[in-house]
């Protein structure tokens, strides 16, 4: 049935409206931002298919000029290494939430491997949520540096408290507070977390 309900959408395979697969190679060019908006695809189906397509592609292509980029420097240690590339996920509590990972659990399987492989190879992978409550702890799990812009219910700022280490009391009681363009910030790399303004 379900696969019927795709075949009526006519989103496939329809090369005669002069509709081309995407070039994932393109994508990560330096300098360049694709932005790929699902907000109006009306069937989660669809929207699990695509994302998951572009996932792979992305990691794929990443994948690619990575092996490219290990190779030249054996001849040449000065090789530049692979462009830059982040996927941002918009709305992660929509795309991630619990049902949903639980229903398609090789989309969240690529995504944890983007999470767990890709900062090798130069691909990173960003949730952006204003619902952090929604999001499980499997997502939690992926996840290695944060920024948290203010917070006011007591019942999200608690849950984060348990999932974030390293974030003291002094700044948990200020995230209710915060200013716009205030926020504190934890990275693995920083010896402590810090509240910043972001401009």
Do not use: C
Not at 28 to 35: D, E
Not at 128 to 137: A, E
Not at 156 to 164: A, D, E, G, N, Y
């Amino acid at each position: 049935g379900r696969l019927g309900r795709l075949k009526r959408v006519k989103v496939f395979d329809s090369l005669d409206t002069g509709a081309v697969p995407l070039n994932y190679k393109d994508l990560l060019k330096p300098g360049s931002v694709s932005v790929i908006d699902l907000s109006d695809s009306g069937m989660s189906e669809l929207t699990n298919i695509v994302i998951s397509d572009m996932l792979r592609g992305v990691q794929e292509a990443q994948d690619a000029a990575y092996l490219e980029y290990e190779k030249a420097k054996k001849e040449n240690p000065q090789a530049p290494p692979p462009t830059r590339t982040v996927i941002i996920i918009e709305e992660a509590h929509e795309f991630l939430s619990l049902e949903r990972i639980e229903k398609t659990k090789i989309l969240f399987q690529q995504v944890a491997r983007i999470a767990k492989r890709g900062r090798k190879r130069w691909l990173g992978l960003v949730f952006v949520t204003q619902l952090p409550q929604h999001l499980p702890p499997q997502v939690f799990g992926l996840v290695n540096s944060y920024i948290l812009h203010k917070i006011t219910d007591s019942d999200v700022v608690s849950k984060l408290r348990r999932t974030v280490s390293g974030i003291d009391d002094g700044l948990w009681n200020r995230l209710p507070g915060l200013a716009p363009g205030q926020a504190i910030v934890s990275f693995p790399h920083m010896a402590r977390p810090l509240l910043v303004a972001i401009d």
